[in-house]
């Protein structure tokens, strides 16, 4: 499976499909966007050339790396080996085929029924905070930021949802996408089932509740005084045999609306009301289906696991600054508000994330108006000059990256073994060994990442 990096992970069942749901943004003849919002940990780089391989083979360049959009929930349930960077599939044992495809697969066929029901409409946006959906996870980290910046909020975590409401001219609101800070780890390493996590519960719990509400809504354009149908003015049986099974039959149905002989101007209620429940049976047809996408946002330092990281042996609070049990970290786990049962707690935070969203979507009227735009770049973080205000305007340089203790560590959403801790300003000397037979570090890189020690 794909998050945790545990090599014995290993996927046993299903808790809930996966899903990749994707709006398009369009201008007549001019710019347009596509979001996809993925139930994976991540999106990847070679699952994003592919889809645009095949994209650009069905839609003459329509769609390209500029202007589709493919973002993960990060879920820690799903699955693995996917992804082209020796780092991320070294723990499902390298590249799968089988879950590479079914990702693109499942990419493509989005975006291709997204653009299939592209209708007139327009977009509305509305914000709010979601309480207690998260927590900071490094909370003694967070206070390393100077007081003054601190000061500047209220929260050591971003709690705002952004929404986005979807209406249809003709069939009112179809959907909705938001953009919320919280990471997908509801569900523990120690599950072995293929889950979209709190942020894919949460969309299954708003589709299922626009389900209820019959959204989207046909709005009727036909007038409601052509009196009451008598006993002969029921569908012929012909129709009847047909309506309870209109996508075998469209085609015929549609035959019989059009042969409908003119009145000549005379009022004939039956052919009216006839016509217009065939009608209604033919827009019922081309309904579009609602989509709600829970989005990931700046979910770096948040966790789910909203009652705190404790001690597996003890229950004790983990040790504030190295989130470990004893001087280890392999004890040390984060507890959701359903604890101990990692499926409440994953219902609990898309509840919550839920209901905030039916909040905003049912009161959102700041109407988005302008141009259809979009921005993509590529950029070297290694070649990045920055100022450092800190330092009285100094300017310095980003250099390589490079894998160091609290990468190998974690924190307390998921305990790693192998001694690693975090904050280590020092290391581990076997490790270091390890290190130096694969390849020393230069000192320009020890020099550049001091006094973090590199891995």
Same mark, same amino acid.
């Given at each position: 499976?794909?998050?945790?990096?545990?090599?014995?992970?290993?996927?046993?069942?299903?808790?809930?499909?996966?899903?990749?749901?994707?709006?398009?943004? #369009?201008?007549?003849?001019?710019?347009?966007?596509?979001?996809?919002? &993925?139930?994976?940990?991540?999106?990847?780089? /070679?699952?994003?050339?592919?889809?645009?391989?095949?994209?650009?083979?069905?839609?003459?360049?329509? *769609?390209?790396?500029?202007?589709?959009?493919?973002?993960?929930?990060?879920?820690?349930?799903?699955?693995?080996?996917?992804?082209?960077?020796?780092?991320?599939?070294?723990?499902?044992?390298?590249?799968?085929?089988?879950?590479?495809?079914?990702?693109?697969?499942?990419?493509?066929?989005?975006?291709?029924?997204?653009?299939?029901?592209?209708?007139?409409?327009?977009?509305?946006?509305?914000?709010?905070?979601?309480?207690?959906?998260?927590?900071?996870?490094?909370? +003694? #980290?967070? &206070?390393?930021?100077?007081?003054?910046?601190?000061?500047?909020?209220?929260?050591?975590?971003?709690?705002?949802?952004?929404?986005?409401?979807?209406? =249809?001219?003709?069939?009112?609101?179809?959907?909705?996408?938001?953009?919320?800070?919280?990471?997908?780890?509801?569900?523990?390493?120690?599950? +072995? &089932?293929?889950?979209?996590?709190?942020?894919?519960?949460?969309?299954?719990?708003?589709?299922?509740?626009?389900?209820?509400?019959?959204?989207?809504?046909?709005? =009727?354009?036909?007038?409601?005084?052509?009196?009451?149908? +008598?006993?002969?003015?029921?569908?012929?049986?012909?129709?009847?045999?047909?309506?309870?099974?209109?996508?075998?039959?469209?085609?015929?149905?549609?035959?019989?609306?059009?042969?409908?002989? #003119?009145?000549?101007?005379?009022? /004939?209620?039956?052919?009216?009301?006839?016509?217009?429940?065939?009608?209604?049976?033919?827009?019922?047809?081309?309904?579009?289906?609602?989509?709600?996408?829970?989005?990931?946002?700046?979910?770096?330092?948040?966790?789910?696991?909203?009652?705190?990281?404790?001690?597996?042996?003890?229950?004790?609070?983990? =040790?504030?600054?190295?989130?470990?049990?004893?001087?280890?970290?392999?004890?040390? *786990?984060?507890?959701?508000?359903?604890?101990?049962?990692?499926?409440?707690?994953?219902?609990?935070?898309?509840?919550?994330? *839920?209901?905030?969203?039916?909040? &905003?979507? +049912?009161?959102?009227?700041?109407?988005?108006?302008?141009?259809?735009?979009?921005?993509?770049?590529? /950029?070297?973080?290694?070649?990045?000059?920055?100022?450092?205000?800190?330092?009285?305007?100094?300017?310095?340089?980003?250099?390589?990256?490079?894998?160091?203790?609290?990468?190998?560590?974690?924190? *307390?959403?998921?305990?790693?073994?192998?001694?690693?801790?975090?904050? =280590?300003?020092?290391?581990?000397?076997?490790?270091?060994?390890?290190?130096?037979?694969?390849?020393?570090?230069?000192?320009?890189?020890?020099?550049?990442?001091?006094?973090?020690?590199?891995?």
């Amino acid at each position: 499976m794909m998050g945790y990096a545990m090599l014995n992970q290993i996927v046993s069942g299903v808790h809930f499909r996966l899903q990749a749901r994707t709006f398009v943004v #369009a201008e007549p003849g001019g710019n347009r966007v596509a979001f996809v919002n &993925l139930d994976a940990c991540m999106a990847s780089q /070679l699952v994003t050339i592919k889809v645009l391989e095949r994209l650009k083979t069905r839609y003459n360049g329509l *769609y390209n790396e500029q202007n589709v959009a493919i973002s993960g929930i990060h879920t820690h349930a799903g699955p693995g080996g996917y992804l082209q960077y020796v780092v991320y599939i070294v723990t499902s044992l390298g590249f799968v085929r089988q879950s590479f495809d079914a990702v693109v697969d499942g990419i493509e066929q989005s975006i291709i029924q997204a653009h299939d029901n592209l209708r007139p409409g327009h977009i509305f946006v509305n914000k709010g905070k979601v309480p207690d959906a998260g927590i900071n996870r490094s909370p +003694s #980290a967070y &206070l390393n930021n100077p007081a003054e910046e601190r000061s500047k909020f209220t929260d050591n975590i971003d709690k705002e949802m952004t929404l986005l409401k979807f209406v =249809d001219n003709e069939w009112g609101p179809v959907g909705s996408f938001n953009w919320f800070a919280t990471h997908g780890t509801s569900m523990s390493n120690t599950n +072995s &089932l293929i889950s979209g996590d709190n942020k894919g519960a949460a969309a299954r719990f708003m589709e299922d509740w626009a389900k209820q509400k019959g959204l989207p809504k046909e709005i =009727d354009i036909y007038p409601d005084d052509l009196g009451t149908d +008598s006993e002969q003015d029921q569908y012929p049986r012909r129709i009847s045999n047909i309506i309870p099974h209109l996508q075998e039959n469209l085609d015929e149905l549609k035959q019989i609306a059009s042969s409908f002989r #003119a009145s000549g101007g005379r009022r /004939l209620t039956r052919s009216l009301s006839m016509t217009r429940r065939v009608r209604s049976e033919l827009r019922q047809g081309n309904k579009p289906k609602f989509v709600s996408a829970f989005c990931q946002s700046n979910c770096g330092d948040v966790s789910p696991n909203t009652l705190g990281a404790f001690c597996n042996d003890t229950g004790l609070p983990c =040790d504030f600054n190295h989130s470990t049990c004893n001087g280890k970290n392999e004890l040390c *786990y984060g507890r959701g508000p359903g604890y101990p049962d990692e499926f409440e707690s994953t219902r609990i935070i898309g509840d919550k994330q *839920y209901t905030k969203a039916v909040e &905003l979507f +049912s009161t959102a009227t700041e109407k988005v108006n302008g141009k259809v735009e979009f921005r993509h770049t590529y /950029l070297d973080f290694s070649q990045l000059e920055v100022t450092l205000t800190s330092s009285g305007g100094q300017s310095g340089q980003n250099m390589s990256c490079s894998n160091g203790v609290c990468f190998c560590c974690g924190n *307390y959403r998921w305990s790693w073994a192998f001694d690693f801790r975090q904050g =280590d300003d020092t290391g581990n000397p076997f490790w270091k060994l390890v290190r130096n037979v694969l390849k020393t570090p230069t000192k320009e890189q020890v020099d550049c990442q001091k006094p973090k020690p590199i891995y």
